[in-house]
């Protein structure tokens, strides 16, 4: 399995026990309140409902119907990015084209057209004063660049997600962007800026007390 793609379901492990009947309450609750909703307030919720789904991935469950979450995930985003288009809301866009690109990611397997989608993301933001989860769609391009062996421009994408989700204060996503930036030094062969990282990851686990984390980090260190 692509190591990228194998990072991505770890976490979603993690975390999906945790957070499954939160996330399906949030979910009743948008579909309740997005009636009431116009204009560019419809067009966020559109796409908390697409980013919702994408965090209940249909593997966990024992006789799941064919990619039920990702097809709703997906008809949410592109009603999002149609109506977002229609009020030239630029950060309603932002979100649906980066929830365009891991769909292409993760339902699809698509690296090339991720990869564009994330870059197209990223260009709509620059239209916005509105940074919101900016950070994970430079996570997700790192992802994509990683899965397609381009090293360098990954680590930079990484790094940039680390900043920004530090900035934002989401220690998941810091710690994402960590792991994924060790494990993008060791597909390239570069051990050392690979061990770099370990204090960065290290301080994170401390600061988090989360056993799983502590666990990743034992990993980690043992690879190298």
């Known amino acids: 399995m692509n190591i990228s793609k194998y990072i991505s379901l770890f976490f979603i492990q993690i975390f999906f026990y945790a957070t499954c009947f939160a996330q399906n309450k949030k979910i009743d609750s948008l579909k309740k309140l997005l009636p009431s909703l116009y204009d ?130 989401d220690s998941l996503y810091m710690f994402y962007a960590a792991v994924t930036s060790v494990h993008v030094n060791q597909s390239s062969g570069d051990y050392e800026k690979a061990f770099e990282k370990v204090p960065v990851l290290h301080q994170l686990v401390l600061g988090n007390g989360n056993a799983e984390w502590k666990s990743w980090e034992l990993y980690i260190i043992a690879e190298l």
């Open 40 to 169: 560019s307030a419809s067009v966020d919720c559109l796409n908390e409902l697409s980013e919702a789904y994408l965090g209940l991935p249909d593997w966990f469950s024992d006789t799941p119907p064919p990619m039920p979450q990702y097809d709703t995930a997906e008809i949410f985003a592109l009603q999002a990015l149609e109506k977002s288009k229609k009020i030239y809301y630029f950060y309603g866009m932002a979100r649906a084209i980066s929830l365009k690109a891991e769909l292409a990611f993760e339902k699809y397997n698509n690296y090339p057209e991720a990869e564009k989608l994330s870059r197209e993301a990223i260009s709509s933001y620059k239209k916005t004063a509105n940074k919101k989860g900016l950070y994970k769609t430079y996570l997700l391009l790192g992802m994509t660049l990683h899965s397609q062996s381009n090293f360098e421009a990954a680590i930079n994408n990484y790094d940039t997600a680390y900043a920004l989700s530090k900035k934002a204060g």
